[in-house]
Structures are given as structure tokens and as C-alpha cells.
């Protein structure tokens, strides 16, 4: 039988002693605390060396390996100086094994654990391997070592940092000199690193070093990383209300013993120095023993909360005297410059929000992080500048710990719409698009479902109506049309580049041939033949159709921000639906959210993405540029299900519209359309004209404006009159129609059934 022999600095009152099998042979574990006497260890370990196959030396400072440079422990290395027949070990080897381990693992089994967390080492010179593996995930490193040595209060705060202390403390802070420094301010020091554990998520240390920082005020909700956890442990960890306790020691037998037991019991079993026992055979030893930490709940519930940034800013003047106490006589010269100085303000919190929780379980939080520039002003400077004040917002994400990135409003149309930011952020970033689309068409289809104008197939969701795509060549836009091609009869893609809107219709027809897809820059003419219409320009409030033309019951949802259709637009015509794009009610209540023009517990979609995003742990680039991908906006349509988002009540610029208001204006439109005519035209509303099919070649399109472009063809072979080309304030008519292909079944996108 192997005996075992740990001699410890710690108390006597927790020695034991049994017997088990390890490694194919028995064993006799013994335990001999010190009571924080180094010569009674010291004889302890003399005298034990005669009967012992190797022994343990715990609870005392390891020789620690920081960068390239290893720091010796006097006091630990006279203590194992005395061991001269058997095999000593502290346990360094085999701890710094398991760490590296348990981070591994811990990222793997929990899903991205660590991206981005704030990380406290409460020693780290003791646990620089662990640090380095955690490097992987995040930057927001910091190490206790300075403070709790020196009484400098400041954490050092990346591994670079520590190396140099660890390279200076060792010359400078050794002997006599460094024990005055360590003992003294202990108040002090105490204080200032229960600041740091208050606001970090993760924390590393050994027990006795948690203890003497932590309470259930800094400690309630916290992630820590530890060893040898026992039934006494796990009841102070208990009353802390600590979320997550990682034990990186295993628990192989009965009793808890610490990792220099177990390397211990290597050597005995083995018969080998440590010197003799590389790092492949630990290894080795640990795969075949399966051995993984272990992940403990003190509170008997796990919470894995994900975090979140999103970037907002004042859409107009108007925002600026909201957040800010303005008055409203303030002449315009002055809200002027006060728009143009807000423009260069540095990113700031504007609030923090929580309580968000999935039906899955999964928590998330986050911060709105405000920058101050209008769409006007954005649009009348570069996008570097506003690439500078994203990519600030994003560092200041990063220090808050917020794992993903959303960009909100115009932010997210600014020069490649994302693709910058994304490649210089060290944050995943995306810009919601996915989601506005998804939640645009959702808040379309449910809207013509009450108003019960328009024909719906109840089985497939297919729509037996027109519908246009204002903007149909930019993010949403394109991947609205897409989906809207396969749930309606007829769609138009309108806009002001005839041949981007060419290459989205082919790309149209390669995945839905059965599709009848027109495209059009001469729009107005076309608005009083249809059902549905989305605008989702970046115009910044300029006008982008004309209202008046739009046939009596027609849904409108209005993507864009700021509006392309303002109140004042909107109150022409009481017998159209104008909606905005589809807001997302959150499942839980939110705590902290500040008012951003929505009912309580109502977001915008684009942030609803990036909270989705978090909750489900995919930190990732999800959707940047302009071609956003239809297949995405079924994913985060189904992922949003899962995480318990639903459509908010749909609303227009004068709120939430009710029953009695949709049916006020079904009524109106009803009515119109027995005597109503398009009053840029003479037809009656019923009877549509075949669009034009007229498409100058590009030299033509480029002509002066008395130049004609050549006639072409319909799709039933008629020709079309030659358009003239009008001057920039009238656009020539230019339509295309496809040809005719055979029919099949469409695949319904989800946001167009009528379950």
C-alpha cells in the first residue's frame, strides 16, 4: 500500500485520513495541517519523509512561471528542501494543468462562457497559465497582485502589465522589505479589491483569498474559479448567493483533497520524480481518468447572462430638446449649432437594461450607448467620422463587458452599413437588418390580415395583390422583396438605380422562377395599383412617394429612419394604413430601459436582433452590408420564437393602432374606392394599366433630358411608346416585366402565414 503524506499550512482541525485505490493500487491518505506555523511544517515534513511515498506540501505560495521568468518561493523552497528521499510536490504542475483545462471546458460546455467577461485574479503570478487561456476569450483582464503587495491602488490590467511587475516585484520586494509592504493597510487593500470583485463577473482565487474579499453583497450572482470545494465551502458560497463555482480540482475520492494530494498520488504511483514527468503524461493520466472541473451551483439555479450593446442617436432636433432641457423658444439658428456640436460628442451610457429572460432560460442585459450625430449631420461629413464615434461606442461596449454589438437608426446605413465597423471592432457587431426585415413583413401581414381587403390563401399565406419595395435596392429593402416575391402575386422593386434594381430581380428569379417581379424608378405612376407597400430608403426625410397617389386600403410599412413618410403625410389620407416597421415586444419585463419613443417593453427590431443574438450565445458577425441574406431573416425570425419575442402591437406615427382604428379605416377605404381615381391619372382605382416596359440603354439613360430612349416590348409582346428623359424632378417611366415561367408552389416565408 502507498501512503501519502500532505502536510499543509492551514489548520489541524480538517486533517483526515482513509484509504481508496488510484491508478490500479492502494493508497493511504493522510493529512497534517500546520496551523500557519512554518516550523512545525517543516518537521512535520522531516519526520513524515521515512514513512512516505511522497508528500504534499498545500496552502502555501507556489514557485510561480509568469511570461519567461519564474519566481522562486524562499519559504516554500526551504520547506521542500527537507524532503530529500521521496518525491515533494505543492502541486503546480498538475494545477496549472487543470486550469488550463477548466477554462477550455467551460467555454466549450457553456457556449462562449467567457467572451468578454471582466475577469478578476485575485492572485495572478499564481494563476498566470490560467489567465493566459482565458486571454483567448477576453482582454478585460485584471490582476489584484500590485494592490494586495504594495498597496498601490490600481489593478493591473493586461498580462503584458503583470509580466513587468512580476519581473520588478521579484528584485525589488523580496525579503524583508516586500513582508513590511505585504502586511501593511490590510483595511485598506481589503476595501479596494471588494470594489473590483463588486464589479467584475468572474473571479479567481483560492478560498482563503475569496473569503477575505467577498460577501453577499460583491459576491451574489458572480462566477468563481476555485479548488478544493467542500460542504464548508459550498455553504459560505451558499449565503454569498454566488451563481457558478468552477472547481478546478476533481473530486476523485470521499473526501475533498487538494491538488497537491493528487500529484502526489501521481508520483507514488508512478514512482517518479516530478522532474521525471513531463506534461504529456499528467496529461495522459487525465484523459484516461476523465477528468473534467467541477461546475457547481451554490443557489441550486444556474444563470448564464449574456450582455449586449447597442448603439442609438437623436434622429432630429426634436431628440436633442427631449434628452436635453432646451427650451422650446430657442431660435432655429441655435438648434442648428446645437445639432452640429452634438455631432462631435463622445459616446455615452445611456441606460443600462435588464431582466431580459428567454423561455429557454437564457438571460441577457445590456447598455444603449448613445452617439450624438443626426442622419443630417451624418450624411453631411464622411463616414470616417461616424466609423470613429461607432468604433469608440464599441471599446466602450468592450470595457462594460457586453459581449455583442447592434447599430441602431442611421448608424447602420452610414457608408458600407457595418462592414468598417465590423472589421476594426474587437466586438462582433451586426446591424439588425435581418430582423427589421422580418419584422417589417411581419408587421405587414398582420396588419392586412385585420384590415381583410386583400384575398389570403390560409394554407400557403400567398397574398392575391400587388405589393412594391420603396428602396428596394438597399439592406432590408432587398431581402423584403425577396420574401414578399414568394408570397405575393405581382412585386415591384422600385428605386433610383435602374440597374441595381436588375441584378436584384435576377437574383430574385434564380431562387423563386415562378416570381412575377417588376422593376421600376418611375414609381408614383404605379402606387395606385397596389396592396402592400414597404419603403425602407435612406433618404433622411426627404420624400420618397407621393401619398396621395396610393390606392384607398393600401398597407404601408415604413422601414426607414427617420420616417420617409411623416406625420403630416400620413394624416392626408385617413383611408390608408401607414404603419411603421414591425416593433418587438420583449418576454420579461425590462428593468433600466429610458424611454426611446416606444410603449414600455417595446423595442425597435434591429435591437431586438442584437438581444436575440445574446441570449442564444452567438456572438458573431450576424448581419453587415447591404445585401442581407433572406435565410438569415428566417433564422432570427425562428430564433426570436424560441427566445419568446412577439410582434408588438402594430403602431403609425400617432401610436398603437386598435381594432376600432384599423376598422375606421377599412370603413373610409371602402368607401373611396367606389368613386376614388389615381389624381395623377385617370383611372380608376380597379382598373390598372399594364406597366411600361421601357429600359433606355445605358448611354440613352445618360443622354441629355430631350434625348428618347428606344421602344421595347411587354411581356405579352405589345410595344411600348418611347419614354422621354425627364429632368431630375420628373424620372422617366422605366419598367421591366418578366417573362412568363410555369408556376410551382412557393416556399412561404414564415413572416407571411396566417398561423
Known amino acids: 500500500m502507498k501512503k501519502v503524506v500532505t502536510v499543509s499550512l492551514g489548520s489541524s482541525r480538517k486533517d483526515f485520513e482513509f484509504k481508496t485505490t488510484f491508478l490500479g493500487q492502494d493508497f493511504s491518505v493522510h493529512r497534517m495541517g500546520a496551523d500557519q506555523d512554518t516550523t512545525k511544517a517543516w518537521e512535520l515534513m522531516r519526520r513524515q519523509q521515512a514513512s512516505a511515498d511522497a508528500i504534499g506540501l498545500g496552502d502555501i505560495g507556489d514557485h510561480y512561471h509568469v511570461g519567461q521568468d519564474t519566481l522562486i518561493n524562499k519559504e516554500t523552497r526551504r520547506l521542500t528542501n527537507v524532503v530529500t528521499r521521496v518525491p515533494v510536490t505543492t502541486g503546480a504542475t498538475l494545477r496549472r494543468l487543470l486550469q488550463v483545462r477548466a477554462v477550455r471546458y467551460v467555454q466549450k460546455e457553456l457556449g462562449h462562457y467567457f467572451n468578454n467577461n471582466l475577469v478578476l485574479f485575485l492572485s495572478g503570478m ?42 520588478g516585484s521579484n528584485l525589488v520586494l ?44 460583491n459576491l451574489a450572482g458572480k462566477t468563481l474559479i476555485t479548488s478544493a470545494v467542500d460542504d464548508e465551502r459550498m455553504a459560505f458560497f451558499k449565503a454569498c448567493k454566488v451563481n457558478l463555482v468552477v472547481d478546478t480540482s476533481p473530486k476523485l475520492f470521499e473526501k475533498v483533497v487538494g491538488i497537491n494530494t493528487i500529484e502526489a498520488m501521481v508520483l507514488a504511483a508512478l514512482e517518479k520524480s516530478p522532474e521525471e514527468i513531463s506534461d504529456d503524461d499528467f496529461e495522459e493520466i487525465l484523459d484516461d481518468l476523465k477528468i473534467v472541473p467541477r461546475l457547481l451551483h451554490p443557489t441550486g439555479k444556474f444563470r448564464n447572462i449574456r450582455r449586449f450593446a447597442f448603439v442609438i442617436h437623436p434622429l432630429s432636433q426634436e431628440y436633442i430638446r427631449s434628452a436635453y432641457p432646451i427650451p422650446d423658444a430657442t431660435p432655429q439658428f441655435i438648434m442648428d449649432k446645437v445639432e452640429q456640436l452634438a455631432a462631435y460628442m463622445p459616446p455615452m451610457v445611456y441606460c443600462r437594461m435588464g431582466n431580459i429572460v428567454s423561455p429557454t432560460g437564457a438571460e441577457a442585459e445590456g447598455w444603449l450607448i448613445s452617439v450624438g450625430g443626426t442622419p443630417r449631420e451624418m450624411l453631411s461629413r464622411s463616414p470616417e467620422f461616424t466609423y470613429r464615434r461607432l468604433l469608440h461606442a464599441a471599446k466602450i461596449a468592450e470595457k462594460l463587458g457586453a459581449q455583442i454589438m447592434g447599430l441602431g437608426a442611421f448608424t447602420k446605413v452610414v457608408g458600407d452599413a457595418g462592414i468598417t465597423v465590423a472589421r476594426r471592432s474587437r466586438l462582433p457587431i451586426t446591424t ?11 408587421a405587414a401581414a398582420d396588419a392586412m390580415r385585420r384590415m381583410g381587403l386583400a384575398k389570403i390563401d390560409p394554407k400557403t399565406g400567398r397574398v392575391a395583390g400587388k405589393t412594391m419595395v420603396v428602396g428596394a435596392a438597399g439592406s432590408i429593402g432587398s431581402v423584403s422583396a425577396r420574401l414578399l416575391a414568394m408570397s405575393f402575386d405581382e412585386v415591384y422593386l422600385a428605386g433610383l438605380t435602374l440597374d441595381k434594381l436588375e441584378e436584384l430581380k435576377a437574383s430574385i428569379l434564380k431562387d423563386t422562377p415562378d416570381a412575377k417581379v417588376f422593376t421600376t424608378i418611375d414609381y408614383d405612376n404605379l402606387l395606385a395599383e397596389m396592396d402592400m407597400i414597404v419603403t425602407s430608403t435612406s433618404g433622411a426625410g426627404k420624400s420618397v412617394l407621393d401619398i396621395t397617389r396610393v390606392k384607398p386600403g393600401c398597407v404601408i410599412t415604413d422601414v426607414a429612419r427617420p420616417l420617409d413618410l411623416p406625420a403630416s403625410e400620413v394624416a392626408k389620407r385617413p383611408d390608408v394604413l401607414v404603419i411603421e416597421s414591425g416593433e418587438i415586444e420583449l418576454p420579461t419585463k425590462v428593468r433600466g430601459m429610458k424611454n426611446i419613443g416606444l410603449p414600455d417593453n417595446v423595442i425597435y427590431a434591429c435591437l431586438a436582433e442584437t438581444i436575440v443574438l445574446a441570449l442564444e450565445g452567438r456572438f458573431e458577425v450576424f448581419t453587415i452590408g447591404r445585401n442581407t441574406e433572406w435565410e438569415k431573416v428566417k433564422e432570427i425570425y425562428k430564433l426570436g420564437l424560441k427566445h419568446g419575442m412577439k410582434l408588438a402591437a402594430i403602431s403609425g406615427v400617432k401610436g398603437v393602432y386598435t381594432d376600432q382604428d384599423i376598422a375606421k379605416v377599412v370603413a373610409l377605404a371602402r368607401k373611396a374606392r367606389l368613386t376614388w381615381k389615381d389624381p395623377g391619372g385617370t383611372r380608376p382605382a380597379g382598373k390598372a394599366a399594364k406597366p411600361k416596359a421601357v429600359r433606355a440603354p445605358r448611354a440613352a439613360v445618360k443622354a441629355a ?16 411608346p418611347a419614354a422621354k428623359k425627364a429632368p431630375a424632378a420628373k424620372r422617366a417611366p422605366a419598367t421591366r416585366v418578366p417573362r412568363a415561367a410555369p408556376r410551382k408552389a412557393p416556399e412561404v416565408p414564415p413572416e407571411m402565414t396566417s398561423e
Do not use: C
Not at 476569450?137 to 498597496?151: E, I, P
Not at 490590467?157 to 512580476?166: D, H, T, V
Not at 439588425?432 to 411581419?442: C, K, P, R, T
Open 705 to 720: 433630358p430631350a434625348a428618347k430612349a428606344p421602344a421595347s416590348k411587354t411581356a405579352a409582346g405589345d410595344k411600348a
Open 174 to 217: 523580496s525579503g524583508k522589505p516586500g513582508e513590511i509592504l505585504e502586511g501593511a493597510l490590510t483595511d485598506f487593500k481589503a476595501m479596494m479589491v471588494r470594489g473590483e470583485v463588486a464589479k467584475s463577473h468572474v473571479i479567481v482565487g483560492t478560498f482563503a483569498e475569496i473569503k477575505s474579499v467577498g460577501n453577499a453583497a
Open 432 to 442: 439588425g437588418n435581418s430582423y427589421s426585415a422580418s419584422g417589417a413583413l411581419w
Open 126 to 167: 499564481r494563476n498566470y497559465n490560467m489567465a493566459e487561456a482565458m486571454s483567448d476569450y477576453t482582454r478585460n483582464l485584471s490582476f489584484a497582485d500590485a494592490l494586495f503587495q504594495t498597496g498601490a491602488p490600481a489593478m493591473l490590467g493586461s498580462l503584458e502589465q503583470l509580466e513587468l511587475y512580476a519581473k
